[in-house]
């Protein structure tokens, strides 16, 4: 009889699954690996319990964490913005995160530390962008630190952004205040529309010797619209090969 139920378990396990979750998730393999480990040790049910308040505290981390990545429009792709490669250029005036996560209490000092983090990464910019498509949720919590950032970058003589905010987003911020704190004329509804504003708001002097060029904007007329005398190479076949839009 027990080889019999030996059997039947054994044809229950997904190996396949398994194999995959290995390869892509530290915090799902060792949720797998304690659940595991519990179940040849204890009695099923305490095993269980603990698979689960593994797991929860594997998702409270995750979602505690939120990455910001820095990115930056793909000349090949438009206004697609992709992860800033190590050697890419970068533009000496703006810079541009992307919050991947929710902003609320249990996250916002981390956002903080991350937020500091990238200032002192590039302490010349004097624009900051939020790209905030991925921001699911917002708390009182999340909101106050938007404005705080806002304020505290503003008195360091930066200007921060939002673009890309979710409608029940917005509305929190609305409804709270923090849009007006932060400045209306600084949320933008897309991508497009917060870096032509923003370009128009750079250094004309800055501009006219910078040779990253990393926006459409920047291959033809500087932010005051004075002509450039060279695309850059990248930009102009990526112009070419895409055709009229």
């Known amino acids: 009889m027990a080889a019999v139920l030996f ?14 979750l290995l390869r892509t998730s530290r915090g799902e393999a060792l949720t797998l ?10 009695r099923l049910e305490v095993a ?30 438009g206004r697609r913005f992709d992860t800033v490669a190590v050697d890419a250029p970068l533009c000496p005036q703006v810079d541009i995160l992307r919050v991947d996560g929710s902003l609320f209490f249990g996250a916002v000092e981390h956002v903080r530390d991350e937020l500091e983090a990238a200032r002192v990464e590039r302490p010349d910019i004097r624009h900051l962008l939020l790209v905030a498509s991925a921001i699911n949720f917002v708390d009182a919590s999340g909101a106050e630190l938007l404005v705080q950032e806002a304020q505290s970058l503003r008195a360091a003589g930066v200007t921060l952004y939002l673009c890309n905010l979710k409608p029940q987003v917005r509305t ?3 409804r709270g205040g923090q849009l007006d704190a932060i400045g209306r004329e600084n949320v933008f509804d897309t991508k497009d529309e917060a870096i032509r504003s923003i370009y128009a708001r750079l250094d004309v002097a800055t501009c006219s010797r910078c040779k990253a060029r990393v926006f459409n904007e920047c291959q033809h007329l500087l932010p ?13 076949l990526a112009s070419h090969g895409s055709g009229p839009k």
Do not use: C
């Open 224 to 236: 005051d619209g004075t002509p450039r005398e060279q695309q850059r190479p990248d930009f102009a």
């Open 48 to 77: 269980i319990l603990i698979g689960v308040l593994v797991s929860l505290l594997v998702y409270l981390n995750r979602t505690t964490h939120p990455r910001l990545t820095r990115v930056l429009p793909d000349p090949a792709a």
């Open 7 to 20: 059997i039947v378990a054994w044809g229950l396990i997904d190996f396949a699954m398994i194999r995959s």
């Open 172 to 174: 929190v911020l609305k």
């Open 33 to 42: 690996a304690v659940t595991f480990i519990a179940t040849l040790s204890i």
